[in-house]
C-alpha cells in the first residue's frame, strides 16, 4: 500500500514529562494496518501491465494521474524531495509502454467500467478505511509541533 494514498507503517505519539518539559514523539506501529481483518486487493492485468490496488483511494490516485495529458512529472508528484529524480514513487516504476497517452486513456476507460473494480469499491464502502486515529499522529514533524496532544 502506498503512503500517497494514506496507509501508514509508523505512527507518532507526541510526549511530555511529568514536569510539562516536551519530550521527543514516540514512534508506535500505526494502526492503520490493523484497523480491519479482511483487506480487498484489485489485481488488473491490462495489455501486458500487472497492477495491484490495496484500497480504493489507490485506485483513485491511479486514475487522477493517469488521466492527465501530459503525464505529471516526478517532481508534481512528490513535492519537498530536494536531490535528484523521485524514484520511489509508483509512477517512475511503470513500464514504458503503459505510460503512452493511448495507453493511459484505454485503463482508466478499462477502470471506470470493469464490473469487478465496483465490486471492489463495494467492498470498502460497506466499511470504510479510517485515516485517522485518536492520539496517533500520521508523521514525526506534526507530532513534534503538538507536544503532549
Not at 489485481?43 to 480504493?56: K, M, R, S, Y
Not at 509508483?90 to 493511459?104: D, E, N, V
Amino acid at each position: 500500500m502506498s503512503w500517497w494514498a494514506g496507509a501508514r507503517l509508523n505512527g507518532w505519539i507526541p510526549e511530555t514529562t511529568r514536569s510539562g518539559q516536551i519530550k521527543r514523539p514516540r514512534r508506535i506501529v500505526h494502526s492503520f494496518a490493523s484497523q480491519r481483518k479482511l483487506w480487498c486487493l484489485l489485481a488488473v492485468h491490462f495489455d501486458g501491465v500487472d497492477l495491484i490496488f490495496a484500497t480504493p483511494l489507490e485506485l483513485d490516485q491511479f486514475l487522477a494521474v493517469m488521466s492527465q495529458n501530459p503525464l505529471p512529472s516526478g517532481w508534481a508528484l512528490v513535492p519537498g524531495n530536494l536531490l535528484g529524480r523521485p524514484n520511489k514513487h509508483w509512477l517512475s516504476r511503470l513500464p514504458k509502454k503503459a505510460k503512452s497517452w493511448k495507453f493511459r486513456q484505454s485503463i482508466c476507460k478499462f477502470l471506470l467500467q470493469a464490473g469487478t473494480v465496483g465490486e471492489f469499491r463495494e467492498f470498502y464502502a460497506r466499511e470504510p478505511l479510517k485515516l485517522q486515529f485518536d492520539g496517533v499522529i500520521n508523521n514525526y514533524y506534526d507530532a513534534w509541533k503538538r507536544p503532549g496532544a
